[in-house]
């Protein structure tokens, strides 16, 4: 009887997935929408990375369907290893950039972020080889470990005055950088978080 009732739970929760969320591409940008919320977090092709190439200008907001979704979320591996991205325009609507968003775009030379980005995941940056200058904006509270870790052509990094601690290995390798402005806000800095910043 318990398995029974464990089974029923099981696919009920499966059902309210698939009733919740669904993937779809608009204009060249793939998403995961919330129905009930309309909300989109920016996703990739297919469970494959490498789906963008160029220059992805990301709106706040799409109609789909007839309905009207504003873009909340970068998410998880989004972009990971688009080794021909070369710039994104993120929206203000969005307000964080999950883990492993960008990892591995090594052409990505542009970054544009709005003051409504409250959290940089863990290695969301990590191998961005060709971003020469980062500004974490005012409003980035979390820094996620590995965020920017072998961003090896970074020269220039601005930080945030709402930043309250800078993660494990954040910027780690970053080889270029030649000098770093650490604001008040900063009350802890984890472990290696500039090592081999020669």
């Excluded at 873009?71 to 972009?79: C, E, H, L, Y």
């Amino acid at each position: 009887m318990i398995m029974k009732k464990l089974f029923f739970l099981s696919m009920t929760i499966c059902l309210s997935l698939i009733v919740n969320a669904a993937d779809v591409m608009v204009d060249g940008v793939y998403y995961n929408l919330s129905i009930n919320d309309k909300v989109a977090v920016v996703t990739y092709r297919d469970n494959t990375y490498n789906s963008y190439s160029g220059n992805v200008v990301i709106p706040s907001s799409f109609s789909y369907g007839g309905t009207e979704y504003s873009v909340t979320k970068i998410g998880n591996s989004a972009f990971r290893d688009c080794s021909d991205l070369t710039s994104i325009d993120i929206p203000e609507s969005v307000t964080i950039i999950d883990s492993y968003a960008f990892k591995g775009c090594n052409s990505l030379t542009s970054l544009n972020t709005q003051n409504s980005v409250t959290s940089i995941g863990e290695y969301a940056f990590q191998g961005c080889s060709g971003l020469t200058s980062v500004t974490i904006p005012n409003s980035v509270t979390y820094l996620g470990e590995g965020a920017f870790q072998s961003c090896s052509s970074m020269t220039s990094l601005a930080i945030g005055n709402s930043l309250s601690g800078i993660g494990a290995h954040a910027f780690q390798y970053c080889s270029s950088l030649t000098n770093v402005t650490i604001p008040n806000s900063v009350t802890i800095i984890r472990e290696y978080a500039f090592s081999g910043c020669i």
